[in-house]
């Protein structure tokens, strides 16, 4: 497994070893001992999401709030998206910044992206499909989600065309009128 350390110490972007032939491919997507070893903590992934997007679906910036907060593995098994993670964490040196990753089924990487960073991402393809497992299970009542577009963060998304949004993505506050805690 190959880790590819980011701008911020704590998302890490996982790149599996892919074994193919003429018949296909293989590789072990999740192995808890590995994961733990990578990111250092014992964590327990309690949820599995699946969702499809059209072109030009951007879901995000969400995250939940504590004691619900969730960290997330996350990965494109059908097309291509650019995912992004964004840190909320309030007193964190890295507080406001953000980090890009293109995520595909031809690349099959993944992205680890911990409680305390709000996550999004876009569809490049004609369509994707997104897994992403959790540690904590979604709580309506904790949910929240930042402005994709806030000009604070000044996110680079790869894209000359207007996003489809979902109407809490379109109402979605800045970041510094979200509620953070």
């Known amino acids: 497994m190959n880790i590819i350390k980011t701008a911020i110490p704590e998302v890490l972007v996982i790149e599996p070893p892919i074994f193919g032939d003429d ?50 593995l996350v990965r494109c098994v059908a097309g291509e998206v650019f995912d992004v993670a964004v840190d909320i964490r309030q007193g964190s040196v890295t507080f406001g910044k953000w980090i890009g990753e293109h995520l595909s089924a031809e690349n099959k990487k993944q992205m680890w992206i911990p409680a305390g960073f709000a996550h999004g991402f876009v569809t490049l393809s004609e369509s994707a499909e997104f897994l ?50």
Request: hydrophobic fraction near 35%; charged fraction near 25%.
């Open 132 to 181: 992403y497992k959790t540690t904590d299970y979604y709580a309506p009542v904790s949910e929240r989600c930042i402005a994709w577009d806030d000009p604070t963060l000044n996110i680079s998304w790869p894209f000359d065309f207007e996003p489809l949004l979902a109407e809490k993505d379109r109402l979605a506050p800045a970041l510094d009128k979200a509620e953070l805690t």
């Open 23 to 72: 018949r296909g491919f293989f590789f072990e997507s999740f192995n808890q001992k590995q994961f733990e070893d990578v990111v250092g903590q014992s964590l327990e992934f309690v949820q599995d999401n699946h969702s499809k997007s059209s072109r030009g679906v951007l879901r995000g910036l969400h995250y939940q709030l504590a004691p619900h907060a969730q960290g997330k």
